[in-house]
């Protein structure tokens, strides 16, 4: 696991302009160790509202395995551990659409 210091000096603004947080890096680590960077947003937001002890725990028992969607099987994993309940509940507001008055 890289410090935060470590990712600051390999940062080059004009190469790296997408990634500026910690937990921005740590979501692409995530998808690189699961082959999985077409969601790297989501593991972003992962990353952002988890705590990186459920998020080590999940990744490590995903490396151990030979899993062929190693994606799927961290999610999984995850929801087994209840961090999707707990954490995600509250980040999105719930979409509403308000009725122009008439």
């Known amino acids: 696991m890289q410090q935060v210091k470590d990712i600051l000096k390999k940062f ?6 997408y990634i500026s947080r910690e937990f921005q ?14 969601h790297k947003s ?3 937001k ?3 509202y988890i705590p990186r002890a459920i998020l080590e725990k999940a990744l490590s028992f ?5 899993a062929r969607r190693k994606g799927a099987l961290f999610m999984w994993k995850l929801k087994e551990m ?3 309940e707990k954490y995600l509940k509250n980040t999105t507001p719930p979409k509403t659409r308000k009725r122009a008055a008439k």
Request: charged residues 30%; aromatic residues 12%; without cysteine.
């Open 42 to 44: 989501l593991y972003i």
């Open 25 to 38: 890096a740590y979501g692409i680590y995530l998808a690189e160790k699961l082959d999985d960077y077409r």
């Open 46 to 48: 992962l990353a952002k």
């Open 12 to 17: 080059d603004p004009l190469k790296d302009k």
């Open 82 to 84: 209840g961090a999707i």
């Open 62 to 66: 995903v490396l151990d395995s030979n």
